[in-house]
């Protein structure tokens, strides 16, 4: 336990292999990216997700990943040449590109369709917990319908006991959304504009 900011608040820092292991064994993880602070867990626990961010369980979580491969084992085959050139252009940062997956992957992250949102992040020290973790549920990091936190000491108030990674402050993100697309036979459209902007 150390104790951060000014209110002398006590959260529990872990460095990435130590996080990576309470994420294994069922633990929700709070993260620093590009865009907005990040509550995770592995897809099979994502339910403690919904739950804990009081999040409308129709609402779909996205699927975050440290490179392209890790990603893109779970895309639908009909989708993954259009995905990629999106991906190549974008990534790492702030798009979220929503692609079909193959069986059904999709489950544990969208109850309302085989759709899922991936995205790799821009922030290293993202990428370095999601190389260690392999791809993992996430959201933001607020209750549902509050404003997004904006560093670890907000995050801590909103889920305490959640433990957050280390090193803390946490880098500077943009306070901003990522960009939401969808392909849908061969079409991409926009279903939430954020912090990128299409050509």
Not at 14 to 20: P, T
Not at 26 to 42: K, N, R, V
Not at 141 to 154: F, M, R, W, Y
Not at 166 to 186: F, I, K, L, R
Request: proline share 8%; net charge positive.
């Amino acid at each position: 336990m150390h104790v951060v900011g000014k209110n002398e608040m006590i959260i529990e820092k872990f460095e990435i292999s130590d996080l990576a292991l309470k994420l294994k064994k069922g633990s929700l993880a709070l993260f620093p990216t590009d865009t907005l602070p990040a509550l995770c867990s592995y897809p099979k626990y994502s339910e403690k997700i919904w739950i804990t961010k009081k999040r409308p369980s129709n609402k779909p979580l996205i699927l975050m990943g440290g490179c392209l491969e890790d990603l893109f084992e779970f895309v639908n085959p009909c989708a993954i040449e259009d995905g990629l050139k999106l991906a190549d252009i974008y990534w790492p940062g702030a798009l979220t590109i929503v692609l079909p997956t193959i069986g059904n992957f999709s489950r544990n992250l969208n109850c309302n369709s085989n759709s899922l949102g991936f995205r790799i992040p821009a922030l290293k020290l993202a990428r370095d917990l999601l190389m260690k973790t392999g791809p993992l549920a996430t959201t933001s990091a607020n209750i549902s319908g509050k404003a997004p936190v904006k560093d670890a000491l907000e995050a801590s108030i909103q889920f305490p006991g959640i433990p957050i990674l280390a090193p803390v402050p946490w880098p500077n993100s943009s306070g901003m959304a990522s960009t939401v697309v969808e392909w849908e036979e061969g079409k991409w459209n926009l279903l939430r504009a954020g912090s990128v902007v299409l050509n």
